[in-house]
């Protein structure tokens, strides 16, 4: 139990156009989305908390514009990376908690590349 | 933004040796994790821990909540190949909303055949 999936698990672009990523619990329904940014050899860094049906919740620093996180349903939340440029390179990963827990679990990550 | 200090940063030892790896914080949380991270992959939960004080184990993994709640430590025996990755110790704060985890920056542990 406790699977969570993304889409996709790699994406290249174009600078300046924009990527949509999916974070999909499924096989329970989160309450709680997170989303996170990791550089290469680095840690995960918290970039927004989102709730279903509520707007997200931005770390400081993170630009809220350019990061649009959506949590429409109970199973389903998407990042998308708005006019995208080479710095916003990274690998991205979600996370998801439950109404009866408060273990996040984690999807594999989407690699984004921005040429 | 606040992280763990986690150390070692890495490890290099041979197959069949233990492995100790701990993490500390100015803060008080009132829940520690340990994660392992494949290239390329989202971590994967280990251990967790809830009560200061508190002693996990999970297989060849032992994990322990400090009685100040502001550090833990994992160990790993009879280290095997598949032991290799990063390791992230994790800490989810007291008084904030939506349970927030603040990570270590990773212990990167390599083993010799």
């Known amino acids: 139990g406790a699977v969570v999936s993304q889409h996709p698990s790699r994406v290249i672009c174009k600078s300046g156009t924009s990527v949509k990523i999916e974070c999909r619990s499924l096989?329970?329904?989160?309450?709680?989305m997170f989303w996170y940014r990791q550089f290469p050899k680095k840690s995960l860094m918290l970039m927004a908390t989102s709730n279903e049906g509520s707007k997200a919740t931005y770390e400081q620093g993170v630009e809220k514009d350019k990061f649009l996180i959506n949590h429409a349903s109970l199973t389903l939340s998407t990042l998308t990376v708005t006019s995208a440029h080479p710095e916003d390179s990274s690998f991205y990963i979600c996370?998801?908690?439950?109404?009866?827990?408060?273990?996040?679990?984690f999807g594999p990550g989407t690699r984004l590349t921005v040429l | 933004g606040q992280q763990l200090n986690q150390s070692p940063q890495s490890m290099f030892i041979q197959e069949g040796e233990d492995v100790s790896m701990n993490c500390t914080s100015s803060?008080?949380?009132?829940?520690w994790l340990w994660y392992k991270q494949d290239p390329g992959e989202g971590p994967v939960l280990l251990i967790a821990l809830y009560k200061a004080g508190e002693l996990t184990s999970n297989g060849r993994l032992t994990a322990q909540f400090g009685i100040t709640r502001k550090d833990s430590f994992l160990n790993i025996s009879a280290s095997i190949p598949s032991d290799v990755g990063i390791y992230f110790c994790?800490?989810?704060?007291?008084?904030?909303?939506?349970?927030?985890?603040?990570f270590g920056q990773g212990t990167r542990l390599t083993i010799n055949p």
């Open positions: 803060s008080i949380f009132n829940t």
């Open positions: 996370s998801a908690m439950g109404h009866y827990t408060d273990t996040q679990y």
């Open positions: 096989d329970f329904q989160a309450t709680t």
């Open positions: 994790a800490g989810q704060l007291m008084g904030q909303g939506a349970q927030k985890l603040v």
